[in-house]
């Protein structure tokens, strides 16, 4: 099990998550050069030890304990936060195409506010 980041992530990257995480999985990070670019952040799931401090940090409730508890409108992300690795283009070009997918295919989502949005996602 690895935490997810999802939709209220989209362009808010507050990444207070990355201030807490105590093995720093999440990306990118500011200082690397994809985070000017990258429509949203990462968890890589091998490195999370669900340790959970990014959870209460986020400002837009975007992150979720792992995919089983992901909803389903989420689906997609999870695969997102799987593939992206900083430094590697294939991967990074991969994650953000599935992301511009997601939100095409929900515009009432992204209709909604990011601090609003995690309350829209079971429905
Ligand atoms: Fe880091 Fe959150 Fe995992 S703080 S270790 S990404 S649960
Ligand atoms: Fe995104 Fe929330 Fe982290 S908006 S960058 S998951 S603090």
Request: proline share 10%.
């Amino acid at each position: 099990m690895a935490f997810v980041i999802t939709d209220p992530c989209i362009n808010t990257k507050d990444t207070a998550c990355v201030d807490v995480c105590p093995v720093d999985c999440i990306h990118p990070r500011k200082d690397e050069p994809e985070f000017e670019t990258a429509t949203m952040l990462y968890i890589h799931p091998e490195e999370c030890i669900d340790c959970g401090a990014c959870v209460p940090a986020c400002p837009v409730a975007a992150i979720y304990d792992g995919p089983d508890s992901t909803p389903k409108s989420q689906g997609s992300l999870i695969e997102a936060n799987a593939i992206f690795r900083a430094g590697e283009p294939d991967t990074v070009a991969k994650a953000e195409a599935i992301v511009q997918s997601h939100v095409a295919a929900h515009p009432d989502l992204m209709a909604i506010a990011p601090e609003q949005r995690a309350a829209a996602h079971g429905k």
